[in-house]
């Protein structure tokens, strides 16, 4: 069977250049950034309410997704998330980059990896909420729109990367 | 023409969905570009051996961020019907501190991993699970500590208005910034050498 080769990456600034416009086209066309954590807890109160309705509509943090009848997946951001999928599986096939694979160092093994990506994921979904916005909620979009918090929340991410990054070098490396 | 569209009642409800629809296809497109459903490349950043994280993410903004204070200033773009992040500087500290850690940890970020999974990473399906996860015990728990996340409210603070200058002022320091980020960036990929291609 022949080998199929990737094509390389696009240059970080062309990507940048396209990501920086639909982010503004974003903020043109809907009147907000672009996100990705608020998609993921929306489909989540959707399916606790599916289990506990009353709980979940009466509940302090989490009742306001269900005001007056709303419905949490009537949202536009829910619809960018869907998108993303979208956009990365169009890019990676067209790309030669669509591959079942584990992304990971050669000193560990997939199980660890696993466990690894299931603990940063949690650390990371709690602090999306914690801050109101992730990566692109918050860095990008507020970046953009020079909301202070959120150029506060990114200088806060990188030192946090960073501080951790040697701790995890293993898994990498 | 007026901006933002949605808020001027230039979409119909099916029509806004579709505009987002494909808002998401471009970003999520341009993502996978960048080499951001790598969580090798990705977390390359905090190892400086590949500064794609910080050339990719600054570039974005800054092009944004020129756009949409040109906009402002011509009158276009309204930003009392946009979305403005609140700024809450004890929650964003925190949480950008808690969120760092966990995508050297993780290797991706929730968006970033949504890429990973459509790309056919397996280690994605796992950190989006830890994410819906995380998102879970925060949620039942925010109750616990409510007050801690309304610390540092400032509303709709901007770092121009912070600063007491223009917004054209801080949007130039910002691409200024950019460039010298990138330059140095560059520099140091040079020396450690290892730029992931594909």
Not at chain 1, 54 to 76: D, I, Q, R, V
Not at chain 2, 120 to 131: E, R
Not at chain 2, 190 to 197: D, E, F
Request: with cysteine.
């Amino acid at each position: 069977m022949r080998k199929i080769e990737s094509k390389p990456y696009w240059s970080p600034y062309a990507a940048g250049l396209g990501l920086g416009i639909v982010l503004l086209l974003s903020y043109m066309l809907m009147g907000t950034g672009l996100g990705a954590s608020g998609a993921f807890a929306r489909g989540l109160y959707s399916v606790m309410h599916l289990f506990a309705p009353e709980n979940m509509e009466a509940h302090s943090y989490m009742g306001k997704y269900f005001a007056n009848g709303a419905n949490p997946l009537n949202n536009s951001l829910v619809f960018v998330v869907i998108g993303v999928f979208a956009g990365g599986l169009i890019s990676g096939v067209l790309s030669g980059r669509f591959k079942k694979t584990v992304e990971k160092g050669p000193n560990i093994r997939t199980s660890g990896r696993f466990i690894m990506a299931f603990a940063g994921g949690t650390l990371m979904g709690f602090a999306a909420r914690l801050a109101r916005g992730c990566t692109s909620g918050q860095a990008l979009s507020g970046g953009a729109t020079l909301a202070l918090g959120s150029w506060a929340f990114m200088f806060a991410v990188f030192a946090g990367g960073f501080a951790a990054a040697y701790f995890v070098r293993r898994q990498w490396q | 023409m007026r901006f933002p569209i949605e808020a001027f009642g230039g979409f119909s409800a099916g029509t806004g969905m579709l505009v987002a629809l494909l808002i998401g296809v471009g970003f999520g497109f341009f993502l996978e570009r960048a080499g951001f459903g790598s969580a090798r490349k990705l977390t390359a950043q905090f190892y400086l051996k590949d500064f794609a994280v910080l050339k990719v993410m600054f570039t974005a903004i800054v092009v944004a961020s020129v756009g949409f204070w040109w906009l402002v200033a011509l009158g276009m773009l309204d930003l009392s019907v946009t979305f403005i992040n609140p700024t809450y500087l004890v929650s964003q500290i925190a949480g950008g501190l808690i969120l760092g850690i966990g995508f050297a940890i993780g290797g991706y970020c929730p968006g970033t991993s949504c890429v990973a999974v459509a790309t056919g990473k397996l280690d994605a399906l796992w950190y989006v699970g830890g994410v819906v996860f995380g998102i879970f015990v925060y949620s039942l728990t925010e109750p616990l500590f409510d007050g801690f996340t309304k610390l540092g409210s400032m509303g709709e603070a901007y770092v121009w208005d912070w600063l007491g200058v223009a917004p054209g002022v801080v949007v130039l320091a910002a691409v200024l910034m950019a460039v010298g980020a990138f330059s140095l960036g560059t520099w140091v990929e040079r020396r450690s050498g290892n730029v992931l291609k594909n």
